[in-house]
């Protein structure tokens, strides 16, 4: 018998399920532009090749600092705090009342 694959998308792929046309992330999503400090969720979308872990998919962090065409985000796990580097393409602003 040969061992499973336990990769990166393994039981998640329902979570991936696309409700809408491929072609409807536009330029915009491309070129968004955030501030240090300002609230934001993970939402993956788009190509899978940069994609953040599904475990945080839909967390909300807080953005630290910019780094090439991405961002650093700070994400809170119960007590624990993990620092991630998001394309800003999988990322999007929260309102005010949302806790991080």
């Given at each position: 018998m040969t061992k499973r694959s336990h990769g990166l998308f393994v039981g998640r792929t329902r979570h991936l399920a696309?409700?809408?046309?491929?072609?409807?992330?536009?330029?915009?999503?491309?070129?968004?532009?955030?501030?240090?400090?300002?609230?934001?969720?993970?939402?993956?979308?788009?190509?899978?090749?940069?994609?953040?872990?599904?475990?945080?998919?839909?967390?909300?962090?807080?953005?630290?600092?910019?780094?090439?065409?991405s961002y650093v985000v700070k994400v809170r796990i119960m007590s624990a705090e993990r620092t991630l580097i998001v394309p800003a393409i999988h990322l999007e602003r929260v309102k005010e009342g949302a806790k991080a």
């Open positions: 696309r409700h809408h046309k491929p072609s409807s992330l536009s330029v915009n999503d491309y070129i968004k532009k955030f501030e240090v400090g300002e609230k934001v969720a993970i939402v993956p979308k788009g190509n899978t090749r940069d994609i953040p872990h599904p475990r945080y998919r839909g967390r909300i962090g807080i953005i630290t600092e910019k780094r090439g065409a």
